[in-house]
């Protein structure tokens, strides 16, 4: 095998230009333009209109390749392009070699017959995808018919629909190559495919290792060597000539080291080598995966309460805890893997063991995956489809075909891989979203998503569990957002306007996407706004906010919650606020009924832009008040507390593999903090379970005036150290009485660290936020009750600062506040 890498520099003009710009392939046009000042940045201030005027042009990279007689020679000279968006015109030395309708696929195109010695050209011609999809939109409409939050007729291209809007992202339909492209040679023969299968007995793995060889010449003498290397490094080879096109080799691996989810057990990863050898020994062609041995099935049974949606991980049940995962950027040139693995790192940190990569998107980069079986996160992969219906001609099942092939083949190898998806909320769609009922367009999405896209993976990744959409009760448009059944999107909460205790109401299977938005924080906001924008009402804020009504829904819900903040950053603080109590309402009660609600994941992870959003971490990787409370709510170990009235029933909540026993210690306290009353018990709460440990009654303890004033207070203790903490009102935080809780702070510097520690001493401080005014890091806890009398460590890991700053910098850029300080 002979490559030539393509990568690196090229050239860019508009179409028809007499000028060109010096660009970076991979890249975007967006980026190009960006990065030579010929636009400003579509991010800042109500620049999004930028993105239209861009896409509605078209473009032209090209660049030089040189090409050497040993190239020449070989039977098979193919262009490997492994990301182009979208509409593409590829040229070599001016002759047209490919057209392209697919950013979703990798291009395999046969240039034998036009690259010649020496010189040669590559050019490639990007099409307005705006235009495109207005001609056939006009022509022949689909759903949703005025495209929601994006441009209509984007479900005309395979192209990640958010680029044409979205409720939560701009419309900006970037183009180019976008990602690795060049040119591999060959003869005689070359590694096509392999897939890799196990079964799993008692302390034993069978590895089975099919490859697929592509030959040209039956005659040639050739071996298959394939290598595994286990976690300690110890490798076993095994050889075997190539007498067929597909070889199959077995491993038995004894006593093999299992890969868990985060939170269960280590993520032991084996490397798997194929080599293809001549009879002399030399190497061919190769390939190498990192694989880890597991089994992952989902079960969606008939049960008690209806049918299951459940997630097994070598025989245990796990609950899924995690979010919906959106592209990083609109410009995707500026993706990287640095950033990626910072954010999954912040989701394992939150103790996530779960990411959806939601149907809207693109599939990820290669490396997000190897991340994923690193970190010890399931991947829920959706196939690139969400929120349209689909006009499936010839040339559209071709090229999607092509794409489940292509993506279906890159990611099966990968420990992670839990799910495949067909798409997001089609099925719904077509049930309750008043979309025309075309019997031919509802055919067509039976035909591709319950026929042709499963007979693909029962071909393509067998041991993988498919779902035809989410939500979904089973396919069919039999009742999709039955709660009882399958998986669950549920939006009452935030589009509805119903109260956060609606959650409370409903025992869903499996919640995989619910959400509530808020405003990022005030750097973030200072990012793409100018002061005399500050207002969640201007212009720009409000061109910074996707959601039709989101900003009055905000401030509904902050009427009903809340007293009106004093200013606008306070409102941006109690936002967030609203939206951290908002899904830890949800997934505490869905935790409290493990066994009957499996999993949830919350709607969003992050952010593709500066915008007002569901996500817990911004665009800038900031962590909002959502990502520390679920930092909270995910933990292995829940204390949680359901209050009505005057009541309280105090729940643990134990997603270990052991069993656990504790103390409950609770307390009743005046907003001073005087204890009024206190009690505790003795837990025992088994491996995978929940238990109601005790039901308090205050009736006679609170009278109507004392319930703006008290509150209760429960700790979960183990082996001397508090596990688990929760602080409940009985009251809505707009009618509690807060006292001033005076907090006081010091910062001590130890080694790799600063270390916090915060005191409140005038009453109960609600929702503690601490921040740095001039540089952004991660706190171990933040935005926490603190009872008066109490002490609060808080570490800053000194590797998550933005900047070096010394102890004394830290100390005068550090802010406190409370929900006290923000009327």
Not at 730 to 757: A, G, R
Request: net charge negative.
């Amino acid at each position: 095998m002979i490559k030539v890498d393509l990568n690196g520099q090229w050239k860019m003009q508009e179409a028809g230009a007499a000028d060109w710009l010096e660009v970076q392939v991979p890249g975007s046009v967006m980026n190009d333009l960006l990065q030579n000042g010929k636009i400003e940045d579509p991010f800042y201030r109500d620049n999004e209109k930028i993105g239209l005027e861009v896409a509605a042009k078209d473009f032209v990279y090209t660049r030089t390749f040189s090409v050497d007689e040993e190239l020449l020679t070989q039977d098979k000279i193919l262009l490997i392009c492994e990301g182009l968006d979208t509409l593409a015109e590829v040229s070599v030395n001016g002759e047209l070699v490919e057209k392209t309708n697919n950013m979703h696929r990798i291009y395999e195109i046969d240039v034998k017959s036009f690259v010649t010695k020496g010189e040669n050209e590559i050019s490639i011609k990007f099409n307005s995808p705006t235009k495109y999809i207005e001609v056939l939109q006009n022509e022949d409409p689909l759903a949703p018919l005025d495209g929601g939050d994006a441009l209509p007729g984007f479900p005309y291209l395979r192209k990640a629909h958010y680029m044409f809007g979205w409720d939560w992202g701009p419309k900006i339909p970037d183009m180019g190559i976008w990602r690795n492209i060049s040119i591999q040679a060959w003869s005689s023969v070359k590694l096509d495919d392999v897939y890799m299968t196990q079964v799993h007995k008692d302390n034993e793995v069978q590895l089975d290792v099919r490859v697929n060889v592509e030959r040209l010449n039956e005659e040639q003498d050739l071996q298959l060597e394939v290598s595994l290397t286990n976690p300690a490094g110890q490798v076993e080879v095994k050889t075997v000539p190539v007498s067929a096109l597909q070889e199959i080799i077995t491993f038995n691996v004894d006593n093999p080291e299992l890969w868990w989810p985060n939170g269960y057990g280590k993520q032991s990863l084996y490397q798997v080598e194929v080599s293809l050898l001549d009879k002399n020994g030399s190497k061919l062609d190769a390939k190498d995966y990192n694989i880890g041995l597991r089994t992952i099935e989902v079960k969606s049974v008939p049960d008690e309460f209806g049918r299951s949606f459940e997630f097994y991980v070598n025989g245990i049940s796990i609950f899924g805890m995690g979010a919906n995962y959106i592209p990083e950027d609109n410009i995707l040139a500026r993706n990287s893997v640095k950033k990626t693995e910072r954010l999954l790192k912040d989701s394992v940190e939150a103790n996530f063991n779960m990411v959806r990569i939601w149907g809207g998107g693109h599939y990820p980069e290669d490396y997000f995956y190897d991340l994923c079986d690193r970190l010890g996160l399931i991947v829920w992969q959706d196939f690139m489809f969400a929120c349209a219906s689909y006009k499936l001609t010839d040339e559209f099942l071709d090229t999607v075909k092509k794409e489940v092939t292509d993506n279906v083949k890159r990611l099966r190898h990968h420990a992670s891989l839990g799910i495949w998806s067909g798409n997001n909320e089609v099925e719904e769609g077509w049930v309750h979203w008043g979309w025309p009922q075309d019997p031919m367009r509802k055919t067509d999405y039976i035909k591709l998503f319950e026929y042709i896209i499963p007979e693909m993976i029962k071909e393509l990744d067998p041991q993988t569990f498919y779902w035809s959409s989410s939500p979904s009760s089973g396919g069919g448009f039999d009742q999709p957002r039955d709660p009882n059944r399958g998986d669950m999107h549920y939006w009452e909460v935030w589009h509805g306007l119903k109260p956060f205790t609606e959650y409370r109401k409903y025992f869903f299977r499996f919640c995989s996407e619910f959400g509530f938005q808020s405003f990022p924080s005030l750097k973030t906001v200072e990012s793409f706004t100018i002061p005399e924008d500050r207002n969640i009402f201007s212009r720009v804020m409000e061109a910074h906010q996707k959601n039709s009504g989101a900003n009055g829904k905000i401030l509904f819900y902050l009427s009903e919650n809340f007293l009106y903040p004093k200013d606008f950053d306070s409102l941006l603080y109690v936002s967030q606020l609203l939206q951290a109590e908002a899904i830890k309402y949800g997934v505490e009660h869905w935790r409290r009924n493990r066994g009957r609600c499996m999993g949830s994941l919350y709607w969003q992870l992050n952010d593709c832009w500066p915008v007002a959003s569901w996500s817990s971490i911004d665009s800038f990787g900031r962590w909002k008040a959502l990502h520390y409370f679920t930092k909270k709510f995910y933990a292995p170990i829940l204390l949680s507390i359901e209050e009505e009235g005057k009541t309280a029933s105090i729940h643990v909540t134990n997603d270990s593999l052991e069993d656990i026993q504790g103390r409950i210690e609770w307390k009743l306290c005046k907003n001073t903090s005087e204890v009024l009353k206190e009690g505790s018990v003795e837990a025992k709460v088994g491996k995978l379970s929940a238990e109601n440990c005790i039901e308090l009654i205050f009736e006679e303890d609170l009278s109507k005036d004392d319930m703006v004033n008290t509150y209760l207070e429960a700790t979960f203790v183990m082996n001397g150290e508090n596990h688990s903490n929760a602080v409940v009102l009985f009251v809505k935080p707009k009618h509690f009485e807060f006292l001033d809780p005076q907090i006081t702070f010091d910062v001590q510097e130890e080694n790799d660290q600063f270390i916090l520690s915060v005191e409140a001493n005038g009453g109960l401080a609600k929702y503690v936020e601490l921040d740095l005014q001039k540089a952004d890091c991660k706190f171990s806890d933040n935005y926490f009750d603190l009872s008066a009398g109490d002490t609060k460590k808080v570490t800053i890991m000194k590797d998550s600062l933005s900047v070096d700053v010394s102890l004394e910098e830290l100390k005068s850029n550090l802010s406190v506040r409370s929900i006290y300080n923000t009327f």
